[in-house]
């Protein structure tokens, strides 16, 4: 076998790999109130096993799933700060071109994050289908702002398209 085609095979594979351990570390919260996730151990020290590995599971087919993966993919880089491009970026493969417009426009009037409806960035979130019609499906978005009893929830409707899977629309519930 020729060595190019080695090389682009084993490619293929690094990138599958490396596809299929960011969906894993980015879904968790998938499923649901079911999964039980220890605190974060302080820096620089180990956390101690708790029981047996929380699994995952995702189907591509499912834009309730998409809406997940793309706020958990988003929050977690929104997050660490560090890379502004990956943010742009996964508004382009999940957001539909007028999306993008509309998030652009709220940006530029509110001030704040047109994706969150925020300035600042939740410490938890959860999605659910919240019906469909029309082809196009809506899952419900549920930010967590703080730790604690007294926590502040916001929701957000997000509509997607159920031929493309893009998002097309964003609304904060009232």
């Known amino acids: 076998m020729p060595?190019?085609?080695?090389?682009?095979?084993?490619?293929?594979?690094?990138?599958?790999?490396?596809?299929?351990?960011?969906?894993?570390?980015?879904?968790?919260?998938?499923?649901?109130?079911?999964?039980?996730?220890?605190?974060?151990?302080?820096?620089?020290?180990?956390?101690?096993?708790?029981?047996?590995?929380?699994?995952?599971?995702?189907?591509?087919?499912?834009?309730?799933?998409?809406?997940?993966?793309?706020?958990?993919?988003?929050?977690?880089?929104?997050?660490?700060?560090?890379?502004?491009?990956?943010?742009?970026?996964?508004?382009?493969?999940?957001?539909?071109?007028?999306a993008r417009r509309k998030v652009a426009a709220y940006e530029a009037r509110e001030h704040a994050d047109g994706i969150l409806f925020a300035q600042n960035v939740p410490v938890k979130w959860k999605v659910a289908y919240a019906g469909s019609g029309g082809g196009h499906a809506t899952s419900r978005v549920t930010l967590t702002w703080s730790d604690g009893r007294n926590a502040q929830v916001t929701k957000i409707d997000v509509r997607s398209d159920l031929r493309t899977r893009k998002i097309t629309d964003l609304k904060p519930v009232r």
């Open 3 to 98: 060595t190019r085609v080695r090389n682009r095979r084993g490619l293929i594979a690094a990138s599958a790999l490396t596809a299929a351990l960011s969906l894993a570390a980015v879904t968790p919260a998938l499923a649901g109130t079911a999964a039980s996730h220890p605190a974060p151990a302080a820096p620089g020290t180990a956390r101690p096993a708790s029981g047996p590995p929380t699994a995952v599971q995702g189907d591509p087919r499912s834009v309730t799933q998409r809406v997940a993966d793309f706020y958990g993919a988003y929050i977690d880089t929104v997050w660490d700060g560090s890379d502004p491009a990956a943010a742009r970026a996964l508004k382009a493969f999940y957001l539909s071109a007028d």
